[in-house]
């Protein structure tokens, strides 16, 4: 039997909802490209539910303590006295967020001997050393596309509120005021703008294609090529480098996985090859970008706006420079955690513990490592540094 260690965000404030603003969901078959939505054999929770807090537990209690395994949930995760590093020493599976992440170190895994399998709850599982996971043959898998259109959504709400200059709009009102000089003396049409992507795999090409009936000038750079079709559908201009692409675009997102070729990418070097006044949308990792070079470019005026939810740590530290730079649009890790999200992220969870714990393949497409390498997905996204 297996013990399943499951961190997880903390409840709302007010306590776990017995309520929600809506009654259903959309029902979401199948993805952009044919993927199936995670079909695992059963649920164990309605769909809209908050799952991904403590209570919530994913949905995954009944189903696995009915199998005779353990599962431990928790919030706490950091320090070696956190209930994470003392539940950690033996327990055969790790599930996290990237919202709430679990850091699997190398350090870390070294100290769980039983550790078999690391499942990210959503996608991007940089919060596990994957080097550490090849070597101690550790198999990591996420919830592959299940909620890349959540973020995607996330990436054309931030752009069109930083660009229209909406969040200090909203504030006036809020405030009691009406000085509508204030509000549009940043405000812009997005309309004509050049926009550009870092990487556009399934979240990338899902901003592009939400953003061009914005009748907008679209580039992007990937070290996957596009085929020619989807670029000229989409009227997109290839650069082979994000430096080539920085100088000709308005607004910048970036959706690219977080590896040695992308930390740090945008420092005081790049950024200073940008128009002025240009946006950067982050909802990738907070270490794609240099934190004190944003807060630099913001206060010169370099950058007009930056928005982001990904930040680094996770939680961000009350003092963060991000919490209070001029003119941004941060949110906390939300953009891929909404209530529609959790649902598949959660039925993905299950799919792959469902495969793991019966000894069948997981699906190629939720693989990031398996058998001593980068496997499915993670081959195609992610780079070693061994």
Known sequence: MAKVLCVLYDDPTDGYPTTYARDDLPVIDRYPGGQTAPTPEAVDFTPGQLLGSVSGELGLRGFLEKAGHTLVVTSDKEGPDSVFDRELADADIVISQPFWP??????????????????????????????????????????????????????????????????????VVRDGGWNI???????YDLEGMHVGTVAAGRIGLAVLRRLAPFDVRLHY?????????????????????????????????????LHPETEGLFGDALLGTMKRGAYLINTARGLIVDRDAVVRALESGQLAG????????QPAPADHSWRTMPHHG?????????LSAQTRYAAGTREILESFLTGR??????????????AGTGAHSYSVTK
């Open 181 to 187: 000089a204030d509000c549009v003396a940043r405000s």
């Open 306 to 313: 930056y928005a982001g939810d990904v930040w680094y740590p």
């Open 102 to 171: 679990a850091y699997l170190t190398a350090e870390r895994i070294a100290a769980a001997p039983n550790l078999k399998l690391a499942v990210t709850a959503g996608i991007g599982s940089d919060h596990v050393d994957l080097d550490a996971a090849i070597a101690h043959g550790v198999t990591v898998a996420e919830v592959t596309y299940c909620n890349s259109i959540s973020v995607a959504e996330h990436v054309v709400m931030m752009t069109l509120s930083l660009v229209r200059n909406y969040l200090p709009s909203h504030q």
């Open 221 to 257: 750079t990937d070290r996957h090529r596009l085929p020619a079709a989807v670029e000229r559908e989409l009227g997109l201009t290839w650069h082979e480098s994000t430096a080539d692409m920085a100088p000709h675009c308005d607004v910048i997102t970036i959706n690219a996985p």
């Open 361 to 374: 393949p997981i699906r190629d497409e939720y693989l990031i490592v398996d058998g001593g390498a980068l």
């Open 330 to 338: 941060m949110t906390p890790h939300i953009s891929g955690s909404s």
